[in-house]
């Protein structure tokens, strides 16, 4: 291969190089990655695959953590579909309740456990 002189070389020949190196570049890619995606299957053996890649192809996909469900613990009693867990960021009708000066435990759901305390108590 001879040296290129790039600055005696036109814009259309500069031009035709870089498209040129960029194609092969592109498909040297694609046979690197094949041949490391099959030294990983070679390597794990029938062992499951650590990460799939995503639906984009843009890397590995993750799963989500599976959280336990956690129960509403309050309710607005102007909406009572409206509840919130205790956790996270507070829903507006409770700030609005507590800024006019309600209490939180004024929104607490009475549950099971807690009517059944209250009734051994007494």
Do not use: C
Not at 90 to 107: H, M, N, T, Y
């Amino acid at each position: 291969m001879s040296k290129l002189d790039f600055e005696t070389m036109s814009l259309d020949e500069l031009w035709s190089l870089h498209e040129q190196l960029g194609a092969v570049l592109a498909e040297r890619i694609v046979i690197e990655k094949r041949e490391l995606e099959q030294r990983l299957i070679q390597l794990n053996r029938g062992k499951e695959p650590q990460h799939e890649l995503n639906a984009s192809g843009g890397g590995p996909a993750r799963q989500r953590r599976k959280y336990p469900r956690v129960l509403p613990k309050y309710r607005n009693p102007s909406m009572p579909a409206e509840t919130w867990s205790g956790r996270g960021k507070q829903p507006r009708w409770l700030v609005l309740a507590l800024k006019a000066g309600s209490k939180i435990e004024d929104f607490r759901i009475a549950t099971a456990t807690n009517n059944e305390n209250a009734r051994l108590r007494r």
